[in-house]
């Protein structure tokens, strides 16, 4: 089954948001072993949109439209797939009874335009939406699937997850399996791994190998597919054995696992609190860390201190060290970690300093940080890292070392990044 | 001139990645009085690829062609089109002098993939790559212009903004100039804003009004067109004044300045500094603060507290306020803010508590929030907001509430934040 995704909105066009339902969308697709080979956008305009429909018709099976089905006079995809499938609009009546029951709800004046949320296509599966207002619907016509999904991504994601997914798949009667790994890489260069897998990467034909280098992480994904699904993990497997022999000392996690995901796990399973002190990253860790849910069970809290006065005062980092090393010095971030660490009482403290830029700092050049890692036995280390990229780049991959420092400090229970204390 | 953007590159429709250099290119060409019709994303295939740049050329004057320019043997963007052309592939000498540099200073083996880069359609014109190594280039062919940029966003971006749009405004004939302004909303939701405008925005011809929602902010654009850069000017001006009659008390800022830019610009113009004090957003808000380049001149610091533990210990909230009221209450936010603003001796504290989710807390609904606000005359003041979407969603509007109640405090200077210290 190939499917094409067409996002609708003149926003996209204008550069107001990004595409990320097609991202999305994509993702669950694949996982559930349909292939995307195209993503399409269109403004609020019917004979583009028409045109792009009928394009997707000659090469898709499957033609999932998002977007352009709220209460306004630019959302024109329900009435312009009717027009394309050469049928009629009638209300999906549990939507119109959610939507009028909304607005007696809040007490609010329902406006007639809201309506027109719940008009679907004739003879269409209504998926009712949960998040909102406008329902998804899918429709069947001359050997091609038509689905419309609303475009806010509240709605769209549960949508797409809970309701359709589950019925095109019990819809499909192939018999075709696909199963996939990501492997997840850290301080190795996308050109540098696939140099040294080269002859797998150029062999490659099934399982598939994808490499994608993004924000400083590389991943491979690695593809099969079989009548059997079994085979497929299998074939899956055997490639993941033969990419890790090669450079399986840069790999540190699969899948859905990233930097965040496993360090996160990792203090969760073993118990461990972690504080951070921050210049550079402005409190970026903490609240990459808190975005997780259940994420209290292991973060204590943090300091955020950006002046050379609140290392002292609050955090308490000793005047003297400051005036004989400076604030951007292995120094200053061994007694940061250390000090959040103890005011926390957490098992693990961690700091970040340096010189996020635009421009280098006293002779310092832009980008060079410093990471200390404090535990609770009384041992304190620290490293330091040059980065390139903007100012957020910078601090993003600044937290990225940290984290793959603590994911090596916590597996390897050693490692060179501990020292003992200075 | 009419534009649409072909982004390359199969982790695109693996929903790896977003299509955000499609966002930030659409964003730049509308600024420049450029439309773009038509987004498009293939995979490294070059049959497929080979097919949308011919039904691109049947409709846009300025095709725009992001990724595959890489080393590696599924970057196919310039075989592509040079067959598409029916030209030669060259090197450019200055690309690849810089290529084999790289490797020299850096001491490692290049291996021979990587002159590949340096490869250029014959007879176009090269965009030097400042910040990696395949160079843009851009080439004009039967009335149509092809335009070939990197996919890194670090470097397509810079290549954009500097060297490809100014050549591009050198060589405009047409005399339409394009004025375009951004009205920001918060409090208001996208349809009540729409009905209030209704009229507005059916009878729109020039300027168009394009409304948006996004996180909970809500924008219009409002773009106008005309031969004269005055007149248009003047259009966008009038219609400007016209909505803010209907909606102003809502509209808190205009074009690039959102909430962030806008409590930074305040910060910075008024000489106020501000300290944070974080449990539910675990650092999200000094975080977002310390984005912006020159924070350091108002950012004192933050302290995530996520324990009942550390908000005792760590930030000084009193024990029998915590026992009384809990630590989801406006006393605790009002503790909170002020112990901060205290301890970094800041013009400003803030604060956030409250229940992120998934999941009720002891009967208070997922998603209460209390934002707490004190300043150095010793008022503070606090107040609560519920908020729906998922985890992040919540931090991220309890970010945007807090930094919309700090612009009315300081724009006002008063305002119904603001009362006596309880």
Redesign the interface.
């Known amino acids: 089954m190939n499917a094409e995704i067409i996002?609708v909105g003149?926003?996209?066009?204008?550069?107001?948001?990004?595409?990320?339902n097609?991202?999305?969308?994509?993702?669950?697709?694949?996982e559930s072993g349909i292939n995307?080979?195209?993503?399409?956008?269109?403004?609020d305009n019917e004979e583009?949109l028409l045109q792009?429909i009928s394009?997707a018709e000659k090469r898709s099976d499957l033609i999932i439209i998002t977007g352009g089905l709220g209460?306004?006079?630019d959302d024109l995809t329900k009435e312009t797939a009717a027009r394309h499938l050469s049928c009629s609009l009638s209300y999906d009546m549990e939507s119109l009874k959610a939507i009028e029951q909304y607005f007696l709800q809040t007490g609010?004046e329902m406006?007639e335009?809201?309506k027109k949320q719940a008009l679907v296509l004739e003879d269409s599966t209504v998926f009712f939406n949960f998040h909102g207002m406008a329902p998804g619907m899918l429709k069947s016509a001359e050997g091609t699937t038509y689905l419309l999904l609303p475009s806010?991504p509240?709605e769209m994601k549960p949508m797409l997850v809970n309701q359709v997914l589950p019925y095109i798949n019990d819809q499909k009667t192939e018999n075709n399996s696909i199963h996939s790994r990501v492997m997840r890489f850290f301080g190795i260069g996308e050109?540098?791994l696939?140099?040294r897998i080269e002859d797998i990467?150029?062999e490659q034909t099934n399982p598939t190998i994808?490499?994608?280098?993004?924000d400083g992480e590389v991943?491979l994904?690695i593809t099969a597919g079989s009548s059997d699904l079994k085979e497929a993990e299998s074939l899956v497997n055997h490639m993941v054995t033969v990419i890790e022999d090669r450079v399986g000392q840069y790999c540190y996690g699969y899948d859905q696992n990233n930097l965040l995901q496993k360090i996160s796990l990792l203090l969760e399973q073993k118990g461990l609190s972690i504080a951070?002190a921050?210049s550079l990253?402005?409190?970026?860790?903490?609240?990459e860390?808190?975005?997780i849910?259940g994420?209290?069970h292991y973060?204590?809290?943090?300091?955020?201190?950006?002046?050379n006065?609140?290392k002292q005062?609050?955090l308490g980092v000793p005047e003297d060290l400051l005036e004989q090393y400076g604030a951007f010095s292995c120094e200053c971030a061994e007694s940061m970690a250390q000090q959040v660490r103890i005011?926390?009482?957490s098992h693990i403290g961690i700091s970040f300093t340096g010189v996020?830029?635009?421009g280098d700092y006293n002779g310092i050049p832009e980008g060079t940080v410093w990471i200390g890692v404090s535990v609770k036995e009384g041992i304190v280390s620290s490293f330091k890292v040059t980065l390139k990229?903007?100012?957020?780049?910078k601090?993003i991959r600044a937290v990225k070392h940290g984290m793959y420092a603590l994911i090596q400090l916590i597996e390897k229970n050693a490692g060179p990044l501990v020292k003992q204390d200075s």
């Open positions: 996002a003149s926003e996209l066009l204008l550069g107001q948001i990004a595409n990320t097609a991202q999305f969308i994509s993702a669950r697709l694949a995307v080979y195209y993503h399409n956008v269109v403004g583009r792009t394009t209460p306004t006079k609010t406006t335009n809201n806010p509240r050109a540098d696939e140099s990467l150029s994808a490499p994608l280098a993004e991943t994904r951070s921050e990253t402005g409190g970026l860790f903490s609240s860390i808190a975005s849910p994420a209290s973060l204590s809290g943090g300091i955020t201190v950006y002046s006065k609140a005062a609050v005011k926390f009482d996020a830029g635009p990229g903007d100012r957020n780049f601090r």
